[in-house]
């Protein structure tokens, strides 16, 4: 009987603690505005999924915090509080400062239980919000001495906070204009620093001064996205836009500050490994772009945050190891970039409420920026005018010598003439008949050597051009349709977020959507997707290990050993070789079942590419086409993989099937080739101590049977 009363009591003081609600936020004085963040609580949809009325039975936490950070997280966020009006107005405003929301929706619970709900977010069109401004406003009517319950729901790709205002309309509007006052006088400055460091450039044609120009320009658009302007004054009708920029601006911010700073440090003199760390964070920035194309915007943004702190500390650390050599260039850099760095240190210990959310905390990323771009201007001009005095001081260094050397000159003269008077007619004669007998023999050592340059320029470009032209044209070919699949995903992707809570007829929608992706195949487009941008990674990959394949025969392949599957290099070769395949070529498969095996991966790739490349070739040459195929087989032989690769081409003599893996063989007319196709597969095939064997007759087509052993470990040990 007492464990049944301990069960009941811990149930009734679960449910309670389920519907018990914070505090609600007291609106007294209608003259002010009130911070209501601590009257918050707050619940994380892991599903992404509930309804206002699941919502509502969910267990709530208090916030605890003036202003929530919700941090970078791909879930929705459910805030509820409640407002007891004690003013003597009941029109009040409700204002979230934080215009980068992807989707903001405010319930209100009526008396009569009822639910209104009113959405805003980057989701939409600007002109659809139903007024001007960029952070999100909800008018709420509360009557005097009343008492609401509200829901907030927001969900963002980027950093979340809730800094929530409470007054009335006229509070509101009088605080937004103090904050654009004082932005604008932000945006001022920047392009007040633009347009003088463009005047510097046209004046100067100093490049300094026009990579300057993009930095400031970037960095000013960096502010003017977050703080939500952009959106409501460039580019209002797009919504794509309006979520991806807080990604896709500080990238380009990025790139153009380091591109900066490596210029205008001269790293790449001063400082060459810098110089180096500073481009593998420009490549960490370009890196962002794929998250952010492919929709992965969480991961797009904690990267930008990732690569913008490494960007911050490894320009500090450089500029510092630059200043301790005596630059002074370095100095006034690291002022300027201290400026900066102790703004980002502010705003981001206000993004993790280290430090309170007010006005000082709120300016101090604009104040740092716009000072830091003043310090760097005033650096640059210093940096010119130093360049300048050293200009100036060789000029003069430069004059004194040339006065010396023509000193010397005149003197060297008179004594030249004096001895050409001396000599004898015998004597300049010979020297006559030797300058003779010299020129020739300068013009002949210079035609042979200009002509043997030529000849093994032009080997080496053919083989090059050879070698190169098939990975760089199916990277080429690969892009449309990966643009097809991505357009079919995006148009997908927009009927999706066509949906809303007024769209009628949402089941008659979502089955024209679902038929839609029926009829683009959406399991196909993935895979093709994933294909292709292999397919070009392939290719890319190939293109830097041209250089090493050319000298295979000299057993200089640095290449690293590795695990892979047969198959799939098959396949991906296949899928570069794509568009080169004509319609009446079959490709007919039988694996079989293989273990993966150690090779070289690249090597064992470029051995399938030349083949198929060969007996496409091969079967184009012939002057009928019925039925052509190329049959790929593969089978398991004690400790050796082999691979069957058979066309249905044109076949070979007995005499040319001997000389097929001789450098520079080839049937090929002068020009088309080089013969290192074959000669380079034979070079592969030997270092992994396997063998090839060809089996063709002219009219037959071409049979190559390749043995690889599982482990080359074991066979080069």
Known sequence: MLSKLVILWSIFTLSFLLHITAQPAVFKNSQELQQIGRYLELYTDKGN????EQARQQAFKPSGQEVPNLQITPYTQWARFSIRNESNTSQLMLEVEYPIIDDITLFEILPDGQVKSTRLGEFTRYKDRGYDHQNYQFRVNIPVNETRQYYLKVKAGEQLQL???????????????????????????????IFYNLFIYVSTRDNSYLIYVSYIFFTGL???TLQGYSFRFLYPNSPWLAIHATALVPVLNGLAAVTFIQQFLSTKENYPVGNKILNIILVMYMVVFIPTFLGMYDYAQILVQMDAFLASVMAFVVALRISSRGVPAARFFLLAWSVFLASVVIFVLRNFNVLPYNNFTYYALQTGSAVEVLLLSFALAHKINVFKAEKEASQQMALAISQENERLVREQNIILETKVRD????????????????TNLKDAQTQLVEKEKMASLGQLTAGIAHEINNPINFVTSNIKPLKLDIADLKELLERYGSLNDSTPDIPKVLAEIESFKKEIDIDYIHEEITSLIKGIEDGATRTAEIVKGLRTFSRLDESDVKSIDIHEGLDSTLVLLRNAIPSYVSIVKEYGNLPKIECYAGKINQVFMNIFSNALNAIKSKKEHHNESITIKTALEREFVIITIKDSGIGMSESVREKIFDPFFTTKDVGEGTGLGLSIVFSIIEKHKGKIIVNSAPGEGAEFIIYLPLDITKHLS
């Open 49 to 52: 999924s509930l309804t206002i």
């Open 163 to 193: 800094p929530i205002y409470l007054g009335a309309p006229n509070t509101i509007a009088e605080k937004n204009n103090k904050r654009e006052l004082i932005f604008g006088i932000y945006v001022g400055v920047v392009f007040a620093m």
């Open 222 to 224: 960096t502010q003017v």
């Open 423 to 438: 000599r004898t007619e015998d004597l300049q004669a010979t020297n006559l008949e030797l300058n003779t007998a010299l």
